[in-house]
């Protein structure tokens, strides 16, 4: 099974990228972040045109995920548990050929003195007490998406210069390992732990892509049964490099089921 991630910034202005990057790449599962547009206007039918499943979770110019399938999603869930007046649509969950499967943005947290910072770090404890209980299910588990979070120096470009920022904060670092520490497997450095200049994304001021000023914050986290089966992580830095890019690129795990 071949899943992607990927934080479009934007569905509808980057749908010719995202469609032919679906049809070359051809994943079994894409995981769309950022979407931003509402659920009854994002492009459905250009993507059941290349023959996916669609579920998207959408609000109006804002945040926004999506769940693309080649086959049939079970069991779907639209929102992370655990704060009901949360209405930021940044979470969608389903089953896919038993790999339970979720796409998730999490809160960037800028800037760190408002009440921005503390709403991430409460979404991440959020989604530690959902990913626990989906250890307990005992199935494979997949939870990709743009974690908004840098784990350690050797993924960004600058360490000390991003040390004060949301995505790197210690805090932030911390609730990301103990979702880890739960028991699951970030999948790029299982496979690489060395690599460097291993980046997802690229702002676009101060010329950050050609001159490869990179954060790596897109992210697959694994169970046990999924990290048992993992063969593959990958970040495919084509599309960046495109006209008209998302300032992410995407980032793609194969699991042999």
Known sequence: MRIATW????????LP???GWLETAS?????????????????????????????????KSYNGVALLSKHPVTDL?????????DEQARYVEGTVQGVRVASLYLPN?????????PYKLRWMDRLKAHAKGLLESGQPVVLGGDYNVIPGPEDVYDPKG??????????????????LHLGYTEAFRALHPDMAHAYS?????????PRDMGLRIDHFLLSPQAADRLTVCAIDRGPRGQEKASDHTPVIVELDV
């Open 109 to 117: 947290g800028n800037p760190v003195g408002t009440e921005k910072y």
């Open 7 to 14: 934080n479009v910034n934007s569905v509808k202005a980057r």
């Open 27 to 59: 994943p079994d599962v894409a995981l769309l972040q950022e979407i931003k547009c509402e659920t009854a206007s994002f492009p459905a039918k250009d993507f059941e045109a290349l023959g996916y499943e669609v579920h998207a979770v959408g609000q």
């Open 77 to 85: 869930l639209t929102r992370l548990p655990g704060e009901p007046e």
């Open 162 to 179: 991003w040390t004060e920022d949301a995505l790197f904060r210690q805090e932030t670092r911390l609730k990301f390992r103990e979702i």
């Open 201 to 209: 994304f690229w702002d676009y001021q101060a010329g950050a892509w």
């Open 17 to 19: 990228n995202v469609q």
